[in-house]
């Protein structure tokens, strides 16, 4: 196609896929070559050493030994019986009892699509977490809502802030997304009496409620409050793997309410038709009898990256810099001494060797504020942590400098 035909179609493409239009990691990346072992704190990734490599790779055998051709067909559009069923008995571990309303997603990003798609018109207000999961964004921008940005505080969500936006601008949001429990990017923990006062709010304004627990697993003190479906049934909860065994394979699942379940399941099939038959076989085989152990063994070994990057931070970060210390899930949120802000930090950082990610892109553009950043601990030894939060600490000495000469 010639240069000027494929223009032509980039203007034919529909308002949606501006959103698409530039990805969030464009302003990071020319940055992290600068350095020729620059030591990366941006990745939400878990530690690779924990991959159940030899797990996955028996079950995969015992999968393909044993699979009828008929399960090669199109089919179990709410996922293999088994793995819900190991679902729905782990979820009662949360304090969630589940029903048979779960369905398997290609992740918990996939769930969030689909909520997305079965709520939002263009211009309706959906209530985020200030600041809130990058990747989330990504899946409800296609869809144009209204954000309403709502601050946090050590208890999480402000939700009399919801409340009185409501009373301001006469406007009810369709949807609040929120991230309880060690939340992505703040590691902050919604407690119990926000979690029930955010459910209050909803039900009095036919709000819906996407709870979103990716870490909820991972604590490293006691375990967190209750999960929000786990106190109200009309919550949507999205649960996965990719953090307790693996996120490249993509197997995570949804709870829905009984009311919108089947619409859910028809989104699903007009978007993938089923998930992949025999990974969902092999994560069952491979969670089944092992995930319970692998994951007390995860807990200790994450919460020494945890100490090692708090320790760290204590010893090499300038006065004025302060962060969130997090109960558990993968990430510290570090707030910059007064008129530093994360992206003029950024290349400073990546030339002593140190990458995270700026805290600006944790908002939608409207709403960026950039003067924290997110360090996560998940994917680093405890000595890659110790020196990498040296130089971190070593760059903003320096933009420090900069600034008052
Ligand atoms: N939600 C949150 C809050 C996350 O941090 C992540 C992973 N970074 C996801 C969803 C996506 O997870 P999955 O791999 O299950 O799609």
Request: glycine share 10%; proline share 9%; no cysteine.
């Given at each position: 196609m010639s240069v000027d035909a494929s223009t032509r179609l980039i203007d034919?493409?529909?308002?949606?896929?501006?959103?698409?239009?530039?990805?969030?990691?464009?302003?990071?990346?020319?940055?992290?070559?600068?350095?020729?072992?620059?030591?990366?704190?941006?990745?939400?990734?878990?530690?690779?050493?924990?991959?159940?490599?030899?797990?996955?790779?028996?079950?995969?055998?015992?999968?393909?030994?044993?699979?009828?051709?008929?399960?090669?067909?199109?089919?179990?559009?709410?996922?293999?019986?088994?793995?819900?069923?190991?679902?729905?008995?782990?979820?009662?571990?949360?304090?969630?009892?589940?029903?048979?309303?779960?369905?398997?997603?290609?992740?918990?990003?996939?769930?969030?699509?689909?909520?997305?798609?079965?709520?939002?018109?263009?211009?309706?207000?959906?209530?985020?977490?200030?600041?809130?999961?990058?990747?989330?964004?990504?899946?409800?921008?296609?869809?144009?809502?209204?954000?309403?940005s709502v601050p946090m505080d050590d208890e999480g969500i402000d939700v009399r802030e919801i409340r009185r936006r409501i009373a301001t601008t006469g406007r009810v949001p369709k949807l609040a997304y929120v991230i309880p429990t060690y939340q992505n990017p703040t590691g902050r923990t919604m407690s119990l009496d926000r979690r029930t006062a955010l459910i209050d709010l909803c039900a009095e304004h036919g709000i819906a409620i996407l709870e979103d627990d990716p870490y909820g697993e991972m604590w490293y003190r006691?375990?967190?409050?209750?999960?929000?479906?786990?106190?109200?049934?009309?919550?949507?909860y999205l649960g996965t793997f990719s953090k307790t065994m693996a996120p490249g394979v993509r197997v995570g699942w949804m709870v829905a309410p009984a009311a919108i379940y089947d619409r859910l399941l028809l989104a699903k099939e007009a978007t993938d038709i089923n998930a992949a038959r025999p990974m969902m076989r092999e994560m069952y085989l491979s969670a089944d009898g092992f995930i319970d152990g692998h994951v007390a063994e995860a807990r200790p070994f994450y919460r020494r990256r945890r100490d090692a990057l708090l320790r760290a931070l204590r010893e090499h970060m300038p006065p004025g810099t302060t962060w969130i210390e997090p109960d558990g899930g993968f990430f510290v949120w570090v707030t910059l001494p007064v008129g530093l802000t994360a992206m003029d930090l950024l290349p400073i950082a990546a030339r002593h060797g140190a990458g995270f990610l700026p805290g600006c892109l944790f908002y939608p553009p409207a709403d960026a504020v950039d003067d924290s950043l997110r360090l996560s601990f998940s994917s680093l030894t405890e000595e890659r942590i110790e020196i990498g939060i040296e130089r971190l600490g070593r760059a903003i000495a320096e933009a420090l400098g900069e600034r008052v000469s």
């Open positions: 034919r493409l529909a308002r949606r896929s501006a959103s698409y239009a530039d990805s969030p990691w464009a302003a990071i990346d020319p940055h992290l070559s600068a350095h020729p072992d620059l030591i990366y704190f941006g990745s939400g990734a878990p530690a690779a050493e924990l991959y159940p490599m030899a797990r996955f790779a028996w079950a995969a055998g015992e999968v393909w030994e044993r699979l009828d051709p008929r399960e090669l067909d199109y089919g179990e559009l709410a996922g293999y019986p088994p793995l819900r069923e190991l679902i729905v008995k782990r979820m009662v571990g949360l304090g969630i009892d589940a029903g048979d309303e779960v369905m398997i997603t290609s992740g918990s990003q996939q769930g969030i699509d689909f909520v997305a798609k079965l709520f939002l018109d263009p211009g309706d207000v959906v209530v985020v977490e200030a600041p809130t999961y990058i990747g989330a964004l990504q899946a409800l921008d296609g869809y144009e809502p209204d954000y309403w006691e375990p967190p409050p209750v999960a929000m479906r786990g106190l109200s049934a009309d919550v949507i």
